[in-house]
């Protein structure tokens, strides 16, 4: 029988797929890679928020590329080099019908077509089960789809690099090689522990015109960190928190100090809350009768009044801020940009008053600088002895609200009330704001971290002995993540699967922390950047974009690919068949 002339790449294509589903080891690695997402998939009965998804997803990326896919290429490899070498006279006959290059080739796309089959099926197993089973469909599309592009990318790098090992050094040599591999990619992300475990405790110095601040590296990161995605919109309430932080920073550069000041009080309340509608124009008037005196301060215009006397007091309040059904009444009737501002806002109003419990107690702090009394207007008379009057003072307000509510002791040196259903009655529902106070709280968040960036962008640098040693460490470092080429190339993955920003937000029982490096894997590289004094001796308002281009690493990689083929298809060319 006559053999014919010409053997075509698709009769050694499916030729060499058919040999490859025989070897029982690539078989069973197949079928527990088609079932390993329905396993992950019963994650999202126990992953309630986007965050916790964004930390398993991380490390299932992490096993499936770093592991699994690593072994499909090195053993689809070994399969078919090992047949070649073995298999000689059978290959012998395909290399006279068809190019060695073709033949090559059409093994390479072979294993491509499968790593990139097995990954599809993953990514769309997870992603059905995740539209399904939970709330965070746009975010488990955006993980899987940078799953599925980074695998395919890793694994044309794999299979050049494995298939010239292969094809200079024994089976024994690739093993040991292609193992250190693997273990360098759960490694190399230890160095960047060290340097953030040492910075914990670090601070850098900043002066201005003869007043210095000391501010700790780690704030200083969550501070600019924080520019980044309230800038992106990447953060819980959006709209609400990049028109706040406009308004603190790129409007009034306030700083801490400057902020409690009384002409800052008076821009914050008129400048932005009652910009954005939620502060009333008209003055309200609160009256109450049958009050009981429970203490009264020393040496002050309330000496002729007694413990324990009833009294009326009539409050004349300025600034008040609406009710949270005025809010969402106000809402609905907005139709412009202001109205997702105002959105923001009254979610975040309802999710703090769920989230702190005794809300009113624990949030009595707050009830301070947005409390504008017209002491003209306000008084407060004794019921037994009429003629006994004096004006109501903003402190005296403040006082009996928080002693009320929190019943603390050291209030007692200043006015206070009772604790009967009528003085309960007064404080909690005519003085009690839950906007107001929620305003106050989201200032509070906000302020401790922005007024760190403003002082580190306009202030100039002290370049003292703190600063040269995070320098030293922080460049020696950069040196190294810089030519560690597994960071970089990991590090475009983690950039384009990002984070669940949705969970980006403040501790709810802080005062102002706010975390954003929970989500961060261990071993996953992540882009970093060093703080460098420009020429004015202050920090970049943009620092934490000066860092190297992931894509630069892509670009290596592909040229480092391309390499490997070169001399692995030269190699292949040279190999004795006969």
């Known amino acids: 029988m006559k053999l014919k002339n010409k053997i075509s790449f698709l009769s050694v294509f499916i030729f060499n797929f058919k040999m490859i589903f025989h070897e029982k080891s690539f078989l069973i690695l197949n079928i527990f890679l088609f079932f390993l997402p329905f396993l992950f998939s019963a994650l999202f009965f126990f992953s309630s928020t986007g965050a916790q998804l964004v930390i398993f997803f991380n490390f299932y990326v992490l096993i499936y590329i770093s592991l699994f896919i690593f072994l499909i290429v090195l053993r689809s490899l070994q399969f078919f080099i090992i047949n070649i070498l073995e298999n000689k006279l059978l290959y012998l006959v395909f290399s006279n019908q068809i190019s060695r290059i073709k033949m090559l080739l059409g093994q390479y796309l072979l294993i491509i077509i499968i790593v990139f089959i097995n990954t599809a099926i993953s990514t769309g197993v997870i992603t059905g089960f995740g539209i399904l089973l939970s709330n965070n469909s746009d975010l488990i599309v955006r993980l899987n789809l940078s799953f599925l592009t980074y695998s395919f990318i890793s694994t044309i790098f794999l299979l050049s690099f494995i298939l010239l090992l292969l094809l200079f050094n024994s089976l024994q040599v690739t093993t040991i090689i292609c193992t250190l591999l693997i273990s360098l990619t759960f ?67 306030f700083t801490r100090e400057q902020f409690v000041e009384t002409s800052s009080i008076d821009k914050r309340i008129n400048d932005f809350w009652k910009a954005i509608g939620v502060v009333n124009t008209d003055t309200k008037e609160i009256s109450a009768k049958d009050i009981r005196i429970n203490t009264l301060p020393t040496n002050d215009e309330l000496k002729k009044f007694q413990k324990n006397n009833l009294v009326t007091i009539k409050v004349s309040l300025e600034n008040t801020f609406i009710s949270q059904e005025e809010l969402k009444y106000k809402i609905n009737q907005s139709a412009s940009e202001n109205a997702k501002v105002l959105k923001d806002l009254y979610n975040f109003s ?17 009830y301070d600088d947005f409390i504008f009394i017209d002491e003209a207007k306000s008084q407060i008379t004794d019921q037994t002895n009429t003629s006994i009057v004096a004006p109501f003072k903003k402190d005296y307000l403040i006082n009996m609200y928080k002693y009320n509510i929190a019943s603390n002791v050291s209030l007692e040196s200043g006015f206070t009330i009772g604790a009967s259903s009528t003085e309960n009655s007064f404080i909690r529902n005519s003085l009690f704001s839950p906007i107001m106070i929620c305003a106050r709280i989201l200032e509070e968040y906000f302020i401790n971290y922005t007024s760190k960036y403003v002082v580190a962008t306009t202030y100039t640098l002290d370049q003292d002995n703190n600063w040269k040693q995070y320098s030293k460490a922080r460049k020696n470092y950069d040196i190294y993540n810089t030519l560690n080429i597994f960071n970089g190339i990991w590090s475009n993955y983690s950039n384009w699967s990002g984070f669940s920003y949705d969970d980006f937000w403040f501790n709810s029982y802080s005062k102002s922390k706010i975390y954003f490096n929970q989500q961060e894997n261990l071993f996953l590289s992540y882009s ?39 001399l692995a298809f030269h190699r292949f060319n040279k190999l004795d068949l006969k």
């Open 350 to 366: 309802v999710d703090i008053q769920k989230n702190i419990t005794n809300f009113m107690e624990n949030t009595s702090s707050f």
């Open 187 to 253: 490694l190399s992300n230890i160095p960047r522990l060290f340097v953030t475990a040492k910075e914990e405790q670090a601070t850098l110095s900043f002066s201005s015109r003869g007043t210095s601040q000391i501010i700790k590296v780690t704030d200083l990161y969550e501070s600019f960190d924080l520019q980044k995605y309230v800038t992106n919109y990447q953060i819980r309430y959006p709209y609400l928190s990049y028109a706040l932080n406009k308004f603190l920073v790129d409007d009034n550069h």
């Open 528 to 566: 970093n950047y060093t703080f460098e004094p420009n020429e004015n001796g202050t920090f970049n308002e943009k620092a934490y974009n000066e860092h190297v281009n992931p894509q630069i690493y892509l670009i290596v990689m592909l040229i480092i690919t391309i390499t490997f083929l070169m």
